[in-house]
């Protein structure tokens, strides 16, 4: 009889394979996830951070001594989440480094709860500098964390582990995790979000050094990004594109970022109710006044929704009144790479996916995203993707 661990595998090592990515989201209460697991959430995430979003805070108060962390899991995540998810694994956000935990007692614990399995958070891996030092002189290490995996995989827990460096990859594999999950750092964006991150283009480095370890292994994990620059779809887009990223894990993406959004507008309708129109823009402007506009995010689904057009990256600086000097710089610092860059990535991008599944000419599918000149075409294909347009739909008819 297969065990629930090899039955999670199969299935998303089926959905792999089958060309579906891996959706796995950090949830705080029972709503959360409840709708997460029927927008179509392949595994729910206790993770006590989840639990400080709900109270209003960022996730980073999950890193601080307000609650015994595998208590509020273990509490949160017995009573709210497993009776609402069905057959969903849910995933226990375990502490580690708990110096009073008697860590194959509780592990049982965990998944005589109900739990499918374990992830390692809180983290130290977010932790650095001196405070790092001195908690690992104190004998609390990432290195427990790499233990408590291993303990969790010989009992066969389905096991992930998030590394922030190819060195940690390389023991979360050693010690047996199913997923590896490369951290970015706490995510960006939202009202709440950190506001000093990687750039995208770096983040998608981290996350190559990371998967190059797995690929290397032979151990074929599942193999997912998580948090820093990645809050949106078209972030996670970016890294499906550039790296071997196998599906995302989110939180305040799914999360906090979501709930702002629909409890600011929705209170906002409701305050304005039988008021003028006039008193309604008004009301916007001054909106708008407290919030700064995410520039980059607006020119980043821009370039998705009009790609295959011509684009001119100064009259989109002048269409949302700001300089095309200042909208550069910020783009450049938030993503890692030029506009014309990014651009041609995407389009290249956009061309190997339709080259994947039609058999069109080439020179159509050049015109599709946004070249009406093929050599053009060719020239920046072989740039990005490091062989020519031919030779990659050759690549995809031996395949």
Do not use: W
Not at 3 to 27: M, P, S
Not at 60 to 73: E, R
Not at 82 to 90: A, C, H, Y
Not at 211 to 225: E, R, T, Y
């Amino acid at each position: 009889m297969r065990t629930q661990r090899e039955r999670i595998l199969d299935r998303l090592q089926g959905q792999v394979r089958a060309g579906e990515h891996i959706i796995g989201v950090a949830a705080g209460a029972g709503i959360s996830a409840k709708y997460a697991v029927k927008g179509g959430a392949d595994l729910i995430l206790a993770l006590n951070s989840g639990r400080f979003r709900q109270m209003g805070l960022g996730s980073i108060a999950g890193f601080m001594p307000f609650a015994n962390n595998n208590d509020m899991v273990m509490e949160f995540g017995s009573r709210e989440i497993l009776s609402v998810v069905g057959d969903t694994p849910v995933i226990f956000g375990l502490c580690g480094t708990d110096p009073g935990l008697e860590l194959p007692f509780y592990l049982n614990r965990v998944r005589s709860s109900g739990f499918a399995g374990i992830i390692n958070y809180p983290t130290l891996g977010l932790i650095d500098g001196q405070f790092r030092e001195a908690l690992e002189e104190e004998g609390m290490s990432y290195l427990q964390e790499v233990e408590a995996v291993r303990l969790a995989h010989e009992l066969d827990l389905f096991t992930m582990a998030f590394v922030f460096n190819a060195e940690q990859a390389g023991l979360m594999l050693e010690a047996g995790a199913d997923v590896i999950c490369a951290h970015l750092g706490v995510t960006a964006g939202g009202l709440m979000g950190t506001k000093k991150v990687l750039s995208l283009e770096k983040g998608a480095d981290i996350a190559r050094q990371i998967f190059a370890v797995c690929d290397a292994s032979g151990k074929q994990p599942i193999k997912l990004v998580y948090g820093g620059p990645v809050h949106s779809p078209i972030d996670v887009q970016y890294m499906y594109d550039n790296t071997s990223a196998m599906g995302y894990v989110g939180g305040s993406s799914f999360e906090r970022i979501p709930t702002e959004e629909a409890i600011v507008e929705t209170t906002h309708r409701f305050k304005l109710t039988g008021q003028l129109e006039q008193d309604k823009l008004l009301m916007d402007k001054l909106a708008q006044a407290d919030e700064p506009y995410d520039y980059v995010a607006f020119v980043k689904e821009y370039i998705a929704e009009n790609y295959m057009n011509n684009i001119s990256f100064t009259e989109l600086a002048e269409r949302i009144h700001i300089s095309r000097t200042h909208l550069s710089a910020l783009f450049n610092k938030e993503v890692g790479c030029s506009f014309p860059e990014y651009i041609a990535k995407y389009r290249i991008h956009k061309a190997q996916d339709v080259m994947k599944h039609t058999k069109l000419p080439l020179s159509r599918i050049a015109e599709m995203v946004g070249y009406p000149d093929y050599v053009h075409f060719s020239k920046t294909f072989k740039k990005y993707a490091g062989i020519t347009p031919q030779a990659y739909r050759q690549q995809i008819y031996k395949t």
